[in-house]
């Protein structure tokens, strides 16, 4: 029983085209979170949602639209790919909002070609 | 905004030699401190965490970490390494409300020679 499955594994897809990474918990997370990890293997946080509300945005392109529509999702979906859109994405869920530890899937690379 | 800083980037050790990978952080508030691991082609695993009471915590696989407030540094430590510890590991930071979600540093590739 995998807590939090994200699919794809791997996406490798042309400039300019639209794809969605989907996230699913069954932990009953409160909070689920979407991390990109570059190709030097940098993690930083993309986007926060708490009891399906947006929490944290942060420095993303608006091309780039999560879109959680209960608690245990929250898919990622890219419009306009670009070349450095290729990355590590990581999605992960914490019990509530700060002061438990993170659950995190086991990452989609995207590769854009 | 904090910042959390990871010294070494690469390291090489031979089996049963002793750890220690550095973290500082730049937050002077309230802090909940982390180290994940990530074994190759793998997802991130926690290791183990901070939140409060004693400073010296205690996680999976013989690692453990100190966290020193007056030097903002949560140090990983491991007494005696192994093969299966060569992974990337990460430490990071969430400040006290979680309002930020992590801040992780910037990882250390770590490589253990049999």
Known sequence: DTAVSQTPKYLVTQMGNDKSIKCEQNLGHDTMYWYKQDSKKFLKIMFSYNNKELIINETVPNRFSPKSPDKAHLNLHINSLELGDSAVYFCASSRKQGSTEAFFGQGTRLTVV | ?114
């Not at chain 2, 090489?12 to 500082?24: K, P, Q, R, T, V």
């Not at chain 2, 180290?35 to 400073?55: C, N, R, T």
């Not at chain 2, 093969?83 to 490589?111: N, R």
């Open chain 2, 1 to 114: 905004a904090q910042s959390v800083s990871q010294h070494n980037h690469h390291v090489i050790l031979s089996e049963a030699a002793s750890l220690e990978l550095g973290c500082n952080y730049s937050y002077g508030g309230t802090v909940n401190l982390f180290w994940y691991v990530q074994y190759p082609g793998q997802h991130l695993q926690l290791l183990l965490k901070y939140f409060s009471g004693d400073p010296l915590v205690k996680g999976i696989k013989g690692f453990e970490a100190e966290f020193i407030k007056s030097k903002f540094s949560f140090n990983l430590r491991k007494p005696s390494v192994q093969w299966s510890d060569t992974a990337e590991y990460f430490c990071a930071v969430m400040q006290g409300g979680g309002a930020d979600g992590l801040t992780f540093g910037k990882g250390t590739h770590l490589i253990i020679q049999p």
